[in-house]
C-alpha cells in the first residue's frame, strides 16, 4: 500500500477466514504498515455477527490502536448451518433467508456503525467483501436468492453509510469488493466453471485494488483486478 503513508494502521475484521487471513498476512508483511491487527472469533472471544454488543466491545478494544487507515470486513458466508444457497423459487424458506441477511448484511452494517468511528479523519479506506452476484443489473442467471439479495441489501447499506462517513471524512473511500472465485471453504463447492484463484492471489489484487481507489461521493464496487462492477 503507497496512498496511505509509511505508517498506516489496518484492521482486518474475519481474519480468520480464506481471504481474511491471506488479507492480514500480507498487509502484515507490508513494510509501510505500522499496525496489522486481526478481528474474529479466534482473538476476541464472543464476537459474534449476530451479537451487537460483542461488536460494540470489539470496537472498543480497539480503540487504542486507532485512528485505522484501513479497514477491511472480510466477513460472509455463502452456506449457512449446513445450507448451500437456494436455486429455485420452491426452495426458498423464511428462517433461511433470515440467516443470509443477518449473516451477510445486517450484521456488516452493524460493524460499519461500530468501526467506521475508528477511521482516520485524512485518507482512509472501509472496504467490504460483497460478491458479483448482488449486482441488480449483472443478474441474468438467477437463482441465489438469500445470497444474491443480501448482498445486493449490503451494497445499498455501504451506499448509504458512505454518504455519512464522507460529511466527516471526505477523504474516506468506502469500497464493495468482489474478491473473485476464491479456493475457499466458502465458494469451493460451488466454483465449477469458474476460473479459481488463491486467497493470496485475490488477497494482492484487492489490495491493490484498494490503493489505487480514490475517494468519490458515495461507494464503490470493485473486483480484486480493479474493474467498476455496476450496482
Known sequence: MQTLGHHYHALVIGSHGAIGRALLEAITADPNCALATGLSRATHAGFDLTDEASMAQAAESLKADAPF????????????????????????????????????????????????????????????????????????????????????????????????????????????????????SLSGPFAGGHDVITPEVSAEGLLQTLDATVAKPGAQFLDYRGQTITW
Open 69 to 184: 487507515d484501513l479497514i477491511i470486513d472480510a466477513t460472509g458466508a455463502l452456506t449457512i448451518d449446513g445450507h448451500g444457497p437456494e436455486k429455485t423459487l420452491g426452495a426458498l424458506n423464511a428462517a433461511k433467508l433470515q440467516r443470509s441477511f443477518e449473516i451477510n448484511a445486517i450484521g456488516p452494517a452493524l460493524l460499519i456503525k461500530h468501526f467506521a468511528p475508528l477511521l482516520a479523519k485524512e485518507r482512509s479506506l472501509y472496504a467490504k467483501l460483497s460478491a458479483r452476484v448482488g449486482s441488480i443489473s449483472d443478474n441474468h442467471k438467477g437463482g441465489w436468492y438469500g445470497y444474491r439479495a443480501s448482498k445486493a441489501a449490503l451494497n445499498m447499506l455501504l451506499q448509504t453509510a458512505a454518504i455519512e462517513i464522507q460529511r466527516k471524512r471526505p477523504q474516506a473511500a468506502v469500497v464493495a469488493l468482489q474478491p473473485g472465485t476464491v479456493a475457499s
